[in-house]
């Protein structure tokens, strides 16, 4: 390290020290609304909550038809022709960062598997999704209210995305 970078760092440094000071509890502040305020606790369920109204917008938007009654956003063999909120692209279209989109991703992949008659179905040949063509538009939300998101099955599927740097480097144990 140069003198240089050392001279741009500790200013930086002592930036982030400030921060970190302003957030310590005042002398009497109760503890308990202290660390409500510093913990990350609703952050998962917060997104479990986001990608739940991002399911629920998307199948208002594949239902969606075209003026001459035809679906405009699925093709007749159920492909579907907008970004997913899952799609390796699709996900800034619907504002979700990249590792919402892969914990998603997963999540749906696993629905896939173990469901009899899951909503979306993966065309590994076509590598597209589609949309089970045996749904309406009145059932798929039925379906989305009866089994949306949960947190349980978020949390594994945001620990199996999560990145191998990730893992060793901001392990919390």
């Known amino acids: 390290m140069t003198a240089k970078t050392m001279t741009f760092q500790i200013p930086a440094e ?25 913990s990350r606790r609703g952050l998962a369920a917060a997104k479990v909550e986001l990608v739940n109204v991002a399911l629920l917008e998307l ?7 075209d003026t001459d009654g035809r679906p405009a956003n699925v093709d007749p ?14 996900h800034k279209a619907w504002e979700l960062r990249r ?19 899951p909503l979306f179905v993966y065309d590994a040949g076509g590598r597209a999704w589609l949309l089970n063509l045996a749904y309406s538009k009145r059932s798929a939300l039925s379906y989305l209210r009866t089994m949306p998101v949960t947190l349980a ?8 995305t999560t990145s191998q740097w990730a893992r060793q480097n901001l392990s919390t144990g």
């Not at 199948?59 to 038809?65: M, T």
């Not at 099955?153 to 199996?160: G, I, K, Y």
């Open 14 to 38: 002592l930036a982030r020290t400030e921060a970190i000071a302003g957030a310590t509890p005042e002398r009497f502040a109760p503890l308990r609304k202290v660390a409500k305020a510093l």
């Open 59 to 65: 199948v208002n938007l594949v239902f969606e038809d």
């Open 77 to 90: 063999d159920g492909r579907i022709l907008i970004p997913l909120p899952w799609g390796r692209l699709g």
């Open 99 to 117: 590792t919402e989109a892969n914990a998603l991703r997963w999540l749906m992949l696993q629905r896939y598997a173990t469901q009899n008659e």
């Open 153 to 160: 099955e978020w949390r594994p599927a945001w620990e199996v």
